[in-house]
């Protein structure tokens, strides 16, 4: 073992200064790196502006979106008239539609004399028609006294109470409006016009831009509410997809396997013209909010996209090696040729043949087809040239000795070699294409990427979104596998 | 003349000959099995798009010759923003429109000017990616991380990050932030940190080991066992990722441009769609050129780096 004592040391340095002298650059280089990242770090911050985009973003927008991937809400509108009387009304497009009979909402009724005022003529504002908004404009209101009301007894609504979390609740009644939650109480009287003016300070978790205006209540996971002048948006919020078997209009909506199995195989027709089960499928591939047949759909052309796309580009590539392998044809311009010829495919980039295919063919898998075939002859081509360089001459040499036809000599003396590289280089770029297909369908290609992009635009169908990445994920994952489990049986076998 | 053969060998022959028809039987299932799927797959493909590929093909050349310029000077002049001698209002001749002038009389052309954000972008990325994702790799490797309570969840969480569509992260952060490069941003480096955070946790267990348990024997802590044991060894193979990362994210960061994280990528597809010859093939050529010299740049730096181990196919 070499130890040097203190003087040997010193001495080494005296005849030898280069040796032990640190070389500035090996001393200095991390620090220079990390200095040099951290200037371009802050140079990025001021060039996109970033600390100004991030003090501007409304974060709570971002975590709603976030929460929305995994719950739905039922959005119920409680409406208070000026005469006291209320009406608690579900939206109408919604697709979770109205909740027959929710458990964490209590209504009570009562029958009510009204006076409904005559139609306005035709040619007023609209605002005289918002009766159930509770709004009218100053104006408008002689106009309303002019025509006799009519009187009649209706059954309305005189309490309504939403149950949020325990200890958090909303309570509805014609003149006031209370919000309980963590032992702090708010209440907002009615009746006193379009302006709300809550009684005493808002708590923490009640938000109004300025005073008069509508107040925001929230509820933290299990939603929200807006107070307006007369009438109260509630969003109530629930975990889960309700409606992702089936839709709430269909007849198997909210009853549990058993039952549903139950009224497959022994009750009566729901349709006359089909039998329970086609009902039970139909309803669910045709989901009007899910909408699995068509996600589905969609999700098999990305993956048509990606295997014809591959396979093709492979055939392709195939004979176009062997011409730009300089082993294998022995004449330089066709190598070159070849050669840039690929590496032309492969630079002008998945993206411009993407675009480029969608304007020609119109969007649809053909398009994503036809991209991913000419990106990737070029990749392709390339790297089954680059095995052909590398193969072992010999069996050549012994085949073309004893007077092998030329095709023969390939067969047997090149292709054996080959041909499991070949192919576990096609299985990884099925693999790898089958997750770009994704993203050149949202530019236009077609295929899940399309219609996921389409949802995103809506900023709406987050519940949909998560859905569909869940699909893409695990078709990914599935296709992960079966490539890794060719690949490797494929190379263990050219190993042996 | 046929060799009469011993009983033996006939026995052989007879199962060679029984294998060889199951190995015949097989191929020939495999490569129908293949031609059955093709057919269906072009069948299914011709019937779910837009246009079908027959009646679209006519038009894709018409489109092909809408693309050639009237000039082809056009095309630097849509390039350097210079003013067209067809400018007839249009918005297909307005090449000046968009220049970014930087002082009176001194410019820089839109399509250089985008194109220059969209390499920034991809740099950015890939800078965060390998510096968030060299942290997460020393956490997941199983050498310097003994712990499993630690390893799992960051293999993990690599994992997730790699297998969300960038699609996906790019439209959520479209979804509430004022337009900007954000979006792009953040989903090209969340798909960097899951890819290159397990290519660099794969380099770390292959590392040598000697130099850490040294640092261990002499009472190295964790920090000082990472910087002075581990990485001089895995440094170069991290910058040649790095390097290689950035090529695909010049890409990516270009394709996500396209859907609308804005770029050259987004140029691109509006002059595509729009049937602007000139300026779509300015930026295709800007597009080619640049993607070559960075492939070209980095695979130079790469070889000096590493020598030729560093060029096989990465994920």
């Known amino acids: 073992m070499l130890a040097l004592t203190a003087d040997q040391y010193a001495d080494i340095a005296a005849r030898h200064p280069d040796v032990v002298r640190s070389q500035f650059w090996t001393v200095w280089r991390v620090p220079a790196l990390a200095a040099a990242t951290v200037v371009y770090l802050m140079f990025c911050w001021w060039v996109f502006g970033i600390g100004q985009v991030l003090a501007n973003t409304n974060w709570q927008i971002a975590g709603s979106y976030l929460v929305q991937w995994v719950t739905y809400e039922y959005r119920p509108t409680i409406s208070i008239d000026r005469d006291g009387a209320m009406a608690v009304t579900f939206p109408r497009f919604d697709p979770i539609g109205p909740n027959p009979k929710p458990d964490w909402m209590t209504v009570e009724r009562a029958p009510m004399e009204r006076r409904i005022a005559a139609p306005k003529p035709t040619g007023a504002t609209a605002g005289g028609f918002m009766a159930g908004g509770g709004f009218m404009a100053p104006d408008a209101a002689p106009a309303v006294s002019a025509t006799p009301p009519t009187v009649r007894i209706e059954e309305v609504v005189k309490r309504a109470e939403v149950r949020f979390s325990a200890g958090a609740r909303l309570v509805a009644t014609p003149d006031r409006i209370v919000v309980e939650k963590g032992g702090e109480t708010l209440v907002v009287p009615l009746g006193t016009g379009a302006d709300v003016q809550a009684t005493g300070p808002l708590p923490a978790w009640a938000a109004q831009k300025r005073a008069g205006d509508r107040i925001i209540v929230t509820f933290g996971l299990s939603g929200w509410a807006q107070i307006d002048g007369g009438s109260v948006a509630v969003h109530r919020r629930f975990p889960g997809w309700v409606n992702f078997v089936f839709d709430t209009n269909s007849a198997f909506f909210g009853k549990s396997a058993g039952e549903i199995l139950h009224l497959i195989a022994a009750e009566p027709r729901l349709d006359l013209a089909r039998s329970n089960l086609a009902v039970a499928v139909d309803d669910f591939l045709y989901n009007p909010s899910w ?5 589905w759909t969609k999700l098999l052309e990305t993956v048509v996209m990606a295997f014809i796309g591959t396979l093709f580009a492979a055939i392709v590539a195939f004979p176009l090696s062997f011409i730009a392998a300089r082993n294998i044809t022995v004449n330089w311009l066709a190598n070159q040729t070849a050669k840039r010829f690929f590496d032309f495919l492969r630079s002008v980039d998945m993206l411009i043949w993407a675009l480029f ?25 390339k790297l089954f040239s680059e095995a052909l360089e590398n193969i072992d001459g010999k069996p050549r040499d012994g085949l073309t000795s004893v007077g092998a036809a030329p095709i023969a000599v390939q067969r047997f003396g090149v292709l054996p070699q080959v041909l499991p590289v070949f192919v576990s280089q096609t299985l990884y770029f099925w693999e790898s294409n089958t997750r770009s297909a994704t993203i050149i369908g949202a530019m236009g290609a077609g295929g899940i990427g399309l219609k996921l992009w389409e949802a995103m635009r809506t900023h709406t169908n987050w519940p949909n979104i998560f859905y569909m990445v869940i699909l893409i994920i695990g078709t990914v994952f599935i296709f992960d596998t079966i490539s890794n489990a060719l690949r490797s049986r494929l190379t263990g076998r050219a190993q042996s | 003349m046929p060799t009469r053969l011993s009983d033996r060998a006939a026995l052989i022959e007879r199962h060679w000959q029984a294998q060889a028809r199951v190995r015949r039987l097989y191929t020939v299932l495999g490569v129908g099995g293949l031609i059955v799927a093709v057919a269906l797959s072009l069948w299914f493909a011709n019937e779910a798009n ?75 990325s890939t800078v965060l990616g390998t510096l968030i994702g060299g942290l997460l790799s020393f956490l997941a490797a199983r ?144 597009l080619f050129g640049t993607i070559v010299a960075v492939d070209q740049f980095s695979a130079w730096l790469r070889r000096g780096l590493v020598g030729r181990d560093a060029f096989l196919p990465a994920a």
């Open chain 1, 291 to 295: 909408q699995h047949l068509d996600v």
């Open chain 1, 357 to 381: 295919f969608t304007r020609a063919f119109g969007p649809g898998p053909i398009s994503g087809m036809a991209a991913i075939f000419f990106t990737d002859t070029g990749s392709l081509g």
């Open chain 2, 50 to 124: 837009a246009g079908k590929f027959f009646d679209r093909l006519p038009h894709f050349l018409d489109f092909t010759g809408d693309l050639v310029p009237r000039d082809w000077l056009e095309v630097g002049r849509a390039m350097f923003d210079l003013p067209s001698p067809y400018d007839d209002g249009s918005l297909r001749y307005n090449y000046p429109e968009g220049r970014a002038y930087l002082m009176a009389g001194l410019y820089i052309p839109e399509y250089i000017d985008q194109m220059a954000i969209t390499l920034n972008i991809a740099l950015l």
């Open chain 2, 143 to 286: 050498n310097m991380m003994p712990n499993r309570l630690v390893r799992w969840p960051a293999r993990r969480f690599m994992e997730i990050l790699r297998a969300f569509p960038d699609v996906v992260v790019a439209g959520f952060f479209l979804s509430f932030l004022t337009v900007g490069p954000i979006p792009a941003i953040a989903a090209v480096t969340i798909h960097t940190i899951g890819a290159l955070g397990k290519l660099f946790f794969e380099v770390i267990e292959n590392a040598d080991m000697k130099p850490e348990e040294g640092l261990r024997a002499v009472g190295g802590n964790w920090i000082e066992r990472v910087r002075f044991a581990m990485l001089p060894q895995v440094l170069p193979n991290f910058a040649s990722y790095f390097l290689l990362r950035l090529e695909i994210n010049v890409r990516a960061s270009t394709i996500i441009g396209a859907v609308g994280g804005g770029g050259i990528g987004e140029l691109l597809r509006l002059s595509i769609s729009q049937n602007h010859g000139a300026k779509t093939i300015a930026i295709v050529i800007l």
